[in-house]
């Protein structure tokens, strides 16, 4: 804890312009601590730059993480989209008890989904906290594989942080992302045949139902 972590970071204000679910116009104002040395890498080599454009097709494989992690340090890295505003805020990866930056050390508690933002929505964020353990924490929330929504819809990051007392994150990051056409590939992923019952209120074949974005009461993430 010795570590300047303080030195290296600075405080910015970040207004998001985007199009909601339903065309109204939303303006959002956020705080964030950045780290100069919080880098998000995907294999395809884009990179995570304090709200700069990626698109669906280019984040759909985990993306190499790494932060000014103390070695004996203990970390939490959580990914969500705050702006799936049907269902409150969705999970989009969640590793604890990662020793130092080594996120192979982590338990992971959900794993890496990409962005799926529908048609029509506009600019999700998508934004990658890190927060720094006291220590080993026993985690209670169930697995969530890469094919499950379960535990992902609703998740509120503060909620969470609180839960653990995990405090203000240590290194924050975001990327901005709208639809392109791997989206309905994504949704069919994780969500194959629930879309009916549990988020999209359409009467099509979940198949096609996952396509119909005009409908009200999609799932955003
Ligand atoms: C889902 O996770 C498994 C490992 O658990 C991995 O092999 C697979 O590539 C992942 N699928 C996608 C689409 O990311």
């Not at 989009?92 to 050390?105: A, K, R, T, Y």
């Not at 929505?121 to 094919?147: A, C, M, W």
Request: net charge neutral; proline share 6%.
């Amino acid at each position: 804890s010795d570590k300047p972590l303080k030195k290296k970071s600075f405080f910015v204000k970040v207004t998001v312009v985007f199009f909601g679910p339903f065309g109204s116009l939303f303006v959002i104002n956020t705080h964030f601590f950045f780290y100069f040395d919080f880098q998000i890498v995907y294999p395809n080599n884009s990179k995570v730059s304090l709200g700069n454009e990626l698109t669906p097709t280019s984040v759909k494989d985990e993306p190499t993480v790494t932060w000014d992690a103390e070695p004996a340090g203990t970390y939490t890295l959580i990914m969500s989209d705050p702006d799936a505003a049907s269902v409150k805020g969705f999970l989009h990866w969640l590793v604890v008890n990662i020793q130092g930056s080594d996120i192979h050390s982590g338990k992971v508690l959900a794993e890496y989904i990409g962005s799926g933002p529908p048609l029509g929505t506009g600019l999700h964020r998508y934004i990658f906290y890190v927060f720094k353990q006291t220590g080993y924490i026993d985690f209670t929330e169930p697995y969530s594989s890469n094919t499950s929504a379960e535990g992902r819809l609703g998740f509120s990051t503060q909620n969470f942080a609180d839960k653990y007392k995990l405090g203000s994150p240590v290194a924050g990051n975001f990327y901005l992302a709208q639809y392109d056409n791997y989206v309905p590939i994504l949704h069919r992923q994780f969500m194959p045949g629930r879309c009916i019952n549990l988020v999209l209120k359409c009467h099509f074949l979940p198949s096609q139902c996952i396509t119909s974005h005009e409908e009200k009461g999609n799932v955003l993430i």
